[in-house]
Nanobody, 125 residues
Framework: QVQLIESGGGLVQAGGSLRLSCVAS????????MGWFRQAPGKEREFVGV????????VYADSVKGRFTISRDDAKNTIYLQMNSLKPEDTAVYYC??????????????????WGQGTQVTVSS
């Protein structure tokens, strides 16, 4: 099992930036992919982006492409989500997740087996 701890959320004005961090511990060697998801009040959890560790592939949801960037620091077992040009519609609880399944459909939250506690991001207009 992998333990995940997110940090970096907060309140920011529209157009501002935040950087979220997700530190992984435990059985991280078997991690195939780590994804970022978000859930706004009254809405289902949605895919934000993912990084896979074998190929180093990074994919973003269309809604954040060009504004959000995922990066990794293997020495710190940490992935980051740099969020720029934030919009009020980006307001949500952001979660990082890890999958050990090499056949995982990484765009679906159902194929992840470890989740962080979430961090609130609020963007004011």
């Amino acid at each position: 099992q992998v333990q995940l701890i997110e940090s970096g959320g907060g309140l920011v004005q529209a157009g501002g930036s935040l950087r979220l961090s997700c530190v992984a511990s435990g059985r991280t060697r078997n991690t195939y992919a780590m994804g970022w998801f978000r859930q706004a009040p009254g809405k289902e959890r949605e895919f934000v982006g993912v990084i896979t560790f074998l190929a180093g592939t990074i994919v973003y949801a269309d809604s954040v492409k060009g504004r959000f960037t995922i990066s990794r620091d293997d020495a710190k077992n940490t992935i980051y989500l740099q969020m720029n040009s934030l919009k009020p519609e980006d307001t949500a609880v952001y979660y990082c997740a890890a999958s050990s399944d090499y056949d995982a459909y990484v765009y679906s939250d159902k194929d992840y087996d470890s989740w962080g506690q979430g961090t609130q991001v609020t963007v004011s207009s």
